[in-house]
C-alpha cells in the first residue's frame, strides 16, 4: 500500500496540541520528528483526498501551522514502524514493549505488543495515564470492557490483573486483527474483541469498568451510550484529549450523568476517571 507523508510545522512548543488536533483526522501514524516543533503523518494514499484537505484548512482557520506533502514509495511499513516503537514502562507496576524488545525486569506485569502501522506514536501520553489509573484500581473479578482498543492492550491488562470477563471493540479493521494476535501472545485468548462502533458489543450485563482511550469527539458522541453500559458505582476511565478542551469535557461528562472522581495531566493530555451514580 502507498502512503502520503504529510511533514507538518507548529508554533514553537505547541507540537503535542497540534498532534491532539491531528488525531482526530485519518490518518494511520505519528512519528514525531527531530526538530520539537516538527510532526510527521502518514495516511493511506486512497484517502489523501478533498475531504482531508478541507478539515486541514479548517484547522488552519483555528490554529497556526504549516505542512506539505509528499506520496512515499512502497516498503515494508510494518518494519519501518517497529524501528519507531519505543517500549512504555509505568513505574513498576507495568511494563509495554514489542516482542523485538528485550524483557523488562522489575515490573509486576509486562505486555508485549507487536505493533502495527495503524497505531501512532503520538498515543503514548494517553497510554501512560490509562495505565498509571489503573495500577491505583483492584480490577479483581470486574467486567470490563475496552473500547476503541487499538493494540488491546489495556483489555490485556486488565485481563492479567484478573478481571472475570474483558471484552474489546474497535472499528479500524486493523486494530481488531492486531488485538486478536496480541491477545493470543500475551496468554489471554478468553478476551472477546469486535470490530464495530459500540453498537458492535452484544448487549450484556453492565461493565464495572470501561476503558476509553480514544479522541475527544468520539468520547463526547457515546458518552449516554457509556453511561448505560456501566452499572451504578461503575468507573469510565478515558482519555485522548488537551488541556484546552477540559471545560468542554468536564461539562459534557457532568451532563451525561458522571461524577469525575480523578484527572491527570501529562504533557497537555489529560485523562478522565468518573463514576456513574444513582441517578436517584
Not at 519507531?84 to 515490573?107: K, L, T, W, Y
Not at 484529549?241 to 484527572?263: C, K, P
Amino acid at each position: 500500500m502507498a502512503f502520503v507523508k504529510f511533514s507538518f510545522t507548529s508554533r514553537p512548543g505547541e507540537r503535542e496540541l497540534l498532534l491532539a488536533f491531528l488525531s482526530q483526522l485519518p490518518f494511520d501514524s505519528f512519528q514525531e520528528a527531530e526538530h520539537p516543533d516538527q510532526l510527521d503523518a502518514y495516511i493511506a494514499e486512497n484517502l489523501d483526498d478533498a475531504n482531508l484537505d478541507q478539515s486541514l484548512q479548517s484547522l488552519k482557520e483555528q490554529w497556526q501551522f504549516r505542512y506539505q506533502k509528499e506520496r512515499m514509495p512502497d516498503q515494508n511499513w510494518n518494519a519501518l514502524w517497529e524501528s519507531n516503537f519505543e517500549s512504555i514502562q509505568v513505574g513498576n507496576f507495568c511494563g509495554i514493549r514489542a516482542d523485538f524488545h528485550p524483557s523488562m525486569d522489575g515490573v509486576q506485569y509486562q505486555i508485549v505488543i507487536n505493533p502495527k502501522m495503524a497505531f501512532g506514536t503520538g498515543h503514548h501520553e494517553t497510554t501512560h495515564m490509562m495505565v498509571q489509573r489503573m495500577a491505583q484500581l483492584s480490577v479483581q473479578g470486574l467486567r470490563v470492557l475496552d473500547y476503541g482498543c487499538g493494540t488491546g492492550l489495556l483489555a490485556i491488562l486488565a485481563a492479567q490483573m484478573g478481571a472475570s470477563e474483558v471484552e474489546a471493540v474497535d472499528i479500524e479493521q486493523a486494530a481488531y486483527d492486531n488485538s486478536l494476535e496480541n491477545a493470543r501472545c500475551n496468554g489471554t485468548p478468553d478476551i472477546k474483541i469486535f470490530k464495530g462502533d459500540l453498537s458492535a458489543v452484544p448487549p450484556g450485563p453492565p461493565y464495572d469498568l470501561i476503558l476509553a482511550n480514544i479522541n475527544r469527539n468520539v468520547i463526547l458522541n457515546s458518552l449516554p451510550s457509556l453511561y448505560d453500559r456501566l452499572q451504578v458505582g461503575g468507573r469510565l476511565i478515558t482519555s485522548g484529549f488537551v488541556e484546552q478542551d477540559r471545560d468542554l469535557m468536564d461539562a459534557s461528562f457532568q451532563q451525561a450523568g458522571f461524577r469525575q472522581t480523578q484527572q491527570l495531566s501529562r504533557n497537555n493530555w489529560l485523562c478522565v476517571s468518573l463514576m456513574k451514580e444513582n441517578p436517584n
